[in-house]
């Protein structure tokens, strides 16, 4: 029987970022209207590390806005690490905090943090398309450093924002080359104050994405995240078909999952197996 593995988003800071990823609804560029605060409690995260932990997630990412991982964050991210830690919630502890130093990798990998994601979201080449405020290699840069101090990588990027199969292809090609634990798959999903209008991608070209991505990461697991409900609605046996092995629960950073419970019956219903840890 196929495992599925759970894994779950805490949106610690939220809005704001200077950066202009045509894609993103939190650059303060494109007015969005989404939520701005810069710190979570401590105690809320804890209550929604408590939430999943018990909904039996094994993944719990720490998600910050803007550019990169700051002294301030580092302090932050790694406070809130070790008291998830402390509590004895014994999650696959995941960062996601922009472009880092090695420096303040270390850091957070003393302090729990298991696994650093970094998105490149796209090719080397389509980027510059979609954004102007850092470059791709920055990203990529960013990886090598956390795969340099022990931590373990989640890399992915979005798909649907206007690249082409041969952009695909570069990206997954570039992604294998750190042949990481985990990657995400975003689908776009559009919002009137963005500069990408391309519709939600069809369900048969999303299923072709996962199958590519499978075909270039045969040995790492892949996680479909943003986009899952808007793209394949009620019936997703057939992303789990092509490839997935793991998916977020419970929400997004900006937009709404489904209900948790309701969620994990349909992945049972499917003859999938809810893995009980992360190996």
Known sequence: ????????????????????????????????????????????????????????????????????????????????????????????????????????????????????????ETSKEFFPSICSTHTWEERYQTCENAASVGLMLCIGGILGIGESWEDREEFYKAVNSFDPFTSNINFYIPHEALPIKNAVMQRTEAIECIKLARRHLPNTRLMMAGGREAVFGLEQKEIFEAGIDAVVIGGYLNSNGWDIEKDIDAMKGYGLEIASACH
């Open 1 to 120: 029987m196929k495992e599925v593995f759970l894994c779950s988003i805490c949106n610690v800071s939220n809005g704001g970022c200077m950066e202009d990823c045509a894609y993103c609804v939190q650059s303060l560029k494109y007015n969005t209207g989404v939520d701005i605060y810069r710190e979570k409690s401590y105690e809320d995260i804890l209550k929604e590390a408590e939430a999943f932990y018990k909904a039996g997630a094994l993944g719990f990412c720490l998600v910050t806005s803007g550019r990169s991982l700051t002294p301030r964050k580092t302090e932050y991210i790694s406070k809130a690490a070790r008291m998830i830690k402390d509590a004895g919630y014994n999650f696959h502890l995941i960062a996601c905090c922009g472009s880092a130093d090695k420096e303040s990798l270390k850091e957070l990998k003393s302090s729990g943090v298991d696994s650093y994601n970094h998105n490149l």
